[in-house]
């Protein structure tokens, strides 16, 4: 059973897939706030990861993100009510639905990647829980 937070937004991990226009130049992905989970408010991107590096380890209190893979690939691990997975993200069209209360840690970046974040709330340092054991109590 899929939980929500206060602002309607699932407090789950799942697979999100963006339309896709792909001919002789190349692909186009496109993300329409009309098509999202939640309207866009910050889109932020990392790149020139170190190997060996761990981005994230964290998860939020109210913000949902959506994670993309724009070049290279990682590894993402995610923590919800479903239990504990780990995703391999290397296409450009799907991306992963971080919903609020989901912890996640992006990892094993490939040389070159440059990873894509459309989040629904402005940045919030109180809103982080940084903790791996803190989360696992709420």
Not at 57 to 84: K, N
Request: aromatic share 12%.
């Amino acid at each position: 059973m899929v939980q929500y937070n206060d602002f309607g937004l699932p407090q789950c991990a799942k697979m999100v897939e963006v339309d896709t226009v792909c001919d002789e130049r190349g692909q186009l992905c496109i993300a329409e706030n009309a098509k999202l989970p939640f309207k866009v408010e910050r889109v932020f991107w990392i790149s020139g990861v170190p190997d060996g590096q761990t981005r994230g380890g964290h998860a939020h209190s109210i913000c949902a993100e959506l994670i993309f893979p724009l070049a290279g690939g990682f590894d993402i691990f995610v923590s919800d009510s479903d239990g504990e997975r780990t995703y391999k993200m290397c296409q450009p069209d799907t991306g992963i639905y971080i919903g609020p209360n989901v912890w996640c840690e992006l990892t094993n970046f490939k040389p070159g990647t440059v990873c894509m974040v459309l989040a629904s709330h402005p940045y919030m340092a109180e809103g982080y829980i940084n903790d791996y054991k803190d989360f696992l109590q709420k």
